[in-house]
């Protein structure tokens, strides 16, 4: 079983940066593929990055493909998302999830946190 809590989101302006994080409660945290969704009003939930229990690998969505980064401590049970040059298109809540297999769609996801709100102003 894993808890998990997002925060970091806010109202910012085009071209600025947020740093999502996302806390974990849970023994095994280490042991999960951790990954970012978000979903935009009247939209889908979208998958954005997902980080594999080493760290070793990262995946992203193609509009977030350099300016995104997903990064991890499992030491701190934590799972970070680096948003820079943020478009208004980014505009989102965006949930933390931990998969136990496969990393792209939502249902890959066994566990996910309440979300927290991003707005990007143009």
């Not at 302006?13 to 280490?30: E, I, P």
């Not at 066994?110 to 990007?120: C, E, I, L, N, R």
Request: net charge neutral; charged share 20%; with cysteine.
């Amino acid at each position: 079983q894993v808890q998990l809590v997002e925060s970091g989101g806010g109202l910012v302006q085009a071209g600025d940066s947020l740093r999502l994080s996302c806390a974990a409660s849970g023994r095994t945290f280490s042991s999960y593929t951790m990954g970012w969704f978000r979903q935009a009003p009247g939209k889908e939930r979208e998958f954005v990055a997902a980080i594999s229990w080493s760290g070793v690998r990262t995946y992203y969505e193609d509009s977030v493909k350099g300016r995104f980064t997903i990064s991890r401590d499992n030491g701190k049970k934590a799972v970070y998302l680096q948003m820079d040059s943020l478009k208004p298109e980014d505009t989102a809540v965006y949930y933390c999830a931990a998969a136990t297999r496969g990393w792209s769609t939502s249902t890959d996801y066994d566990y996910w946190g309440q979300g927290t709100q991003v707005t990007v102003s143009s």
